[in-house]
């Protein structure tokens, strides 16, 4: 008989358990209630997997096709298959961790006041004549018929779509700004696609458009995603750095790319050593509701010296000497300020507070879901393969088993599975018989932040190894000791 797995939450401590299970922290079943009827039940599967049951395929042999190291990585560690030029199938493992990506860049934009929607793939060209870019966009731009001659595009972007979508429905000052974001799959049909998911042609976004009455509003929009920006990739253990962009006609400086670091990138950047640091969300913390403060905020972001190739400053770098950094660097994030660019052709006004017609001015502000998965790899990694960072990592404990052989350890990691999964720990237990060693290896190909290894000896003194992805650092620990790190 197939079990099903209910999760159950504890009283006492309000963590969660499977519901055939002892209560982890306090270990009294009277303690627990199912939690059914309040809706709380998920299927166990969602946080832990068995790989003796997962679709996990890892390479020996470095992929020969692929250039720079992500791609070499997440091929090997099965993340991702092509199945056309440019054009990825996401495996489980590489699906686990867009997901998680997704979320983070979804709470900050939640956070920082955008609405989320979706929008289709496929638009009607028409949206495309009304603003005049249809013709203009060029043969990155897939064009499709259907089968009534009508003509399609598979959109490289919404600011068409969704202007004349909020031209619908916007009539009065009083229901402006407004942000809308959407998480969508996109196509560009580049001349190049190369580096795996870092160019593909069809590749996940984040894409984010704002609506104001004027100029003043639309640069609170655009500080507001600024500092959302500074979040979302400091929360993915990353260190973006936002770096002035050209604006094209429109002029100003309200335009910034975000770059990674990495040797692989495909921009030259200079900048301040102080971007060699590393921040966490925390120090982006600023009062996002007071426009003066959050100016001062992104004036303060913004005043060391970072620039990409194209924005380079001669007279800035000599200044700056020895504090000059060079790089390579990986665009992750674009945010824009285009002005009436879309809601002029469109006709689009809404009456202002006297009454007159006045025409929204907006911005567009787009994150590279798919390519932060690569990005993060390319940041953080060793000769021996991926090392997550905790917040993206697809589960956080991998458990491996030495000798599939031997009970007593068999026994042991099972009862640490359960354990870890009745205590929510999103958990990976290589249940596999195979050898012990080639295991540990695909376990640091994979890249999960903590590794528990249960092996025959250990488990004869108790002791089971723990090992930490990033350090290396291992340590021999009573399993109860493992649990309690691994829970806590
Ligand atoms: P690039 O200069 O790298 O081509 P872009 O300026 O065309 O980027 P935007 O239109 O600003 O990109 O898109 C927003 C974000 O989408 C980019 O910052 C990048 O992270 C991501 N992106 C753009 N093109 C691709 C692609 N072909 N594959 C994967 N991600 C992409
Ligand atoms: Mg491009």
Not at 187 to 199: K, L, S
Not at 364 to 383: T, W
Not at 422 to 435: C, F, I, K, P, Q
Request: aromatic share 8%; with cysteine; hydrophobic share 40%.
């Amino acid at each position: 008989m197939p079990r099903t797995l209910f999760w159950r939450s504890c009283t006492v401590t309000r963590g969660f358990a499977p519901a055939q299970l002892l209560c982890v922290a306090c270990g009294d079943p009277d303690t627990i209630l199912r939690a059914v009827a309040s809706g709380e039940d998920a299927p166990l599967q969602r946080a832990t997997m068995r790989w003796s049951r997962a679709f996990l395929p890892v390479l020996k042999e470095s992929p020969a096709d692929a250039q720079i190291i992500s791609h070499k990585l997440m091929l090997r560690a099965g993340l991702v298959r092509q199945t056309a030029a440019g054009i990825y199938a996401w495996l489980p493992l590489g699906f686990r961790v867009l997901r998680k990506i997704e979320e983070i860049v979804r709470e900050e934009q939640d956070r920082a006041g955008a609405i989320e929607m979706l929008m289709p793939t496929l638009q009607a060209a028409d949206y495309w004549r009304a603003t005049g870019r249809y013709d203009a966009y060029g043969p990155e731009m897939l064009r499709i018929t259907d089968r009534q001659e009508r003509e399609l595009v598979y959109g490289p972007t919404n600011e068409d779509m969704l202007t004349a979508i909020v031209q619908g429905s916007v009539k009065s000052y009083r229901d402006l700004p407004r942000t809308l974001y959407h998480i969508q799959w996109k196509f560009r049909d580049e001349i190049r696609p190369r580096f795996g998911v870092m160019r593909g042609r069809e590749f996940l976004m984040k894409d984010a458009y704002s609506f104001d009455l004027d100029e003043a509003g639309a640069r609170i929009s655009y500080n507001r995603m600024f500092v959302a920006y500074l979040r979302t990739f400091a929360r993915m253990g990353l260190r973006a750095i936002p770096m002035q962009a050209d604006t094209g006609p429109i002029g100003g400086d309200l335009s910034h790319e975000f770059i990674i670091l990495a040797p692989s990138g495909e921009s030259e950047v200079l900048f301040h050593k102080s971007w060699e640091t590393l921040r966490a969300a925390e120090d982006y913390a600023v009062d996002a509701d007071d426009p003066v403060a959050l100016q001062a905020f992104v004036d303060s972001m913004t005043a060391d010296y970072a620039a990409t190739d194209e924005k380079r400053d001669e007279a800035r770098e000599a200044e700056l000497g020895g504090d000059l950094r060079q790089s390579r660097g990986i665009e992750v994030g674009h945010i824009f300020y285009f002005g009436d660019k879309y809601t002029k052709p469109l006709g689009f006004t809404v009456s202002g507070q006297g009454g007159q017609p006045v025409t929204p001015v907006g911005g567009s502000y787009g994150i590279g879901v798919s390519r932060l998965v690569g990005a993060i790899i390319e940041a953080s990694h060793d000769e021996a393969g991926i090392i997550w960072p905790e917040p993206v990592a697809p589960w956080r404990v991998g458990i491996v088993t030495m000798r599939a052989d031997d009970q007593p350890s068999v026994a042991a990691a099972d009862d640490l599975f359960a354990r870890l999964a009745s205590a929510g720990v999103e958990t990976l237990y290589d249940d596999r018989d195979e050898r012990g060693g080639a295991k540990l290896a695909s376990m640091d190909l994979i890249g999960l932040p903590w590794q528990v290894i249960v092996g025959p000896r250990g488990i004869a003194s108790g002791t089971v190894e723990l090992k930490r992805r990033s350090t290396g650092e291992r340590e021999e620990l009573s399993m109860e000791s493992a649990l309690a790190r691994l829970t806590t």
